[in-house]
């Protein structure tokens, strides 16, 4: 379950509202969860906690999806898929596969957004903002001027802050559904101590170390 409470139908805002009936129909998506493709839904349902907060984040959505976007949708999908990917998202990333498939990337590019680097099936563009996405997901913003001069090749300086504004802001909504336990990202941390059997010594490598002085 999300880390935060959740907000049904009848209490939620106007503009929460109309998305819920666009989403889930006559459902309460609380109640009654699951969306068209597959996930809960409590994304949403936990964002209308905070009107201003739901409305600011459709509009982001509308943002990039604008025909006033001068950047190719392929090109802004290799960013927010990597990002999903690069930040650890199982949510963001399993939905950016069904959006660049409906952009007209290839299945080969997007099985190969996990390991890009060694990947043959990108063009040198695309290559530059995976690269980019990269810095920007798991360096901060640190970037090499080689990445910025490979872009500037290809693409004006609206479209690369056209990609770094949308690919950023993903990277956020990637943080945020870990953070919050939304979606595909509701899981345990993996990463606990597994006991070791009883009577089994509490540290091997003091028994490694003892056998190396014997």
């Not at 043959?120 to 563009?125: N, V």
């Not at 810095?135 to 056209?162: N, W, Y």
Request: contains cysteine; hydrophobic residues 40%; charged residues 25%.
């Amino acid at each position: 379950m999300p880390r935060l409470r959740q907000v049904g139908k009848a209490d939620a805002g106007p503009l929460a509202q109309q998305i819920y009936t666009m989403l889930f129909g006559e459902r309460d998506p609380v109640k009654e969860p699951g969306t068209a493709t597959g996930t809960p839904g409590n994304w949403w349902t936990v964002f209308a906690l905070v009107p201003d907060a739901f409305k600011h984040t459709t509009e982001g959505f509308q943002f990039y999806r604008s025909k006033n976007r001068k950047l190719d949708p392929k090109l802004r999908e290799l960013g927010q898929i990597r990002a999903g990917f690069a930040r650890g998202s199982q949510f963001v990333f399993s939905q950016h596969c069904k959006a660049c498939r409906d952009v007209g990337l290839t299945e080969e590019q997007i099985q190969a957004i996990p390991h890009w680097q060694i990947a043959d099936c990108y063009a040198p563009i695309e290559r530059a903002l995976l690269a980019y996405t990269d810095c920007l997901v798991l360096q901060g913003g640190r970037v090499p001027e080689a990445i910025f001069d490979a872009m500037k090749k290809h693409l004006s300086d609206e479209e690369i802050l056209e990609f770094t504004y949308i690919t950023a802001t993903y990277d956020m909504h990637a943080t945020m559904s870990r953070a919050l336990r939304l979606e595909y990202d509701d899981v345990d941390e993996r990463v606990v101590e597994i006991a070791a059997p009883a009577g089994a010594s509490a540290d091997v490598m003091s028994m490694v170390d003892k056998q190396g002085k014997d």
